[in-house]
Nanobody, 123 residues
């Protein structure tokens, strides 16, 4: 079992930045591809970014490409999402997830999920 806990969310003005963290316990994250997803009220859970086990491959949703950066620190069992140039449409509950297979944009491919951290961007 892998337990994931997100942190770093909050209220920020449009154009601002936030850094989300995802801390893992239970098992080493080094074997897991990791992803960030987000869900706004009344909407489906959407892919944001993903990173392969060694960090050598990343993938981003078109809506965040160039503004968000995913990274990982396997030694500290953590994954991060640096968010810049935030927009009101980025407002959502952000989740990190672990996938034992390969880097993926599909939520159904992820085995473990955190509880989420709220990001609110004011205009």
């Amino acid at each position: 079992q892998v337990q994931l806990v997100e942190s770093g969310g909050g209220l920020v003005q449009a154009g601002g930045s936030l850094r989300l963290s995802c801390a893992a316990s239970g098992r080493s994250l080094s074997r897991y591809a990791m992803g960030w997803f987000r869900q706004a009220p009344g909407k489906e859970r959407d892919f944001v970014a993903a990173i392969a086990t060694t960090g050598g491959t990343t993938s981003y949703a078109d809506s965040v490409k160039g503004r968000f950066t995913i990274s990982r620190d396997n030694a500290n069992n953590a994954v991060y999402l640096q968010m810049s140039s935030l927009k009101p449409e980025d407002t959502a509950l952000y989740y990190c997830a672990a996938n034992l297979l390969v880097i993926s944009r599909t939520p159904e491919n992820y085995d473990y999920w955190g509880q989420g951290t709220q990001v609110t961007v004011s205009s």
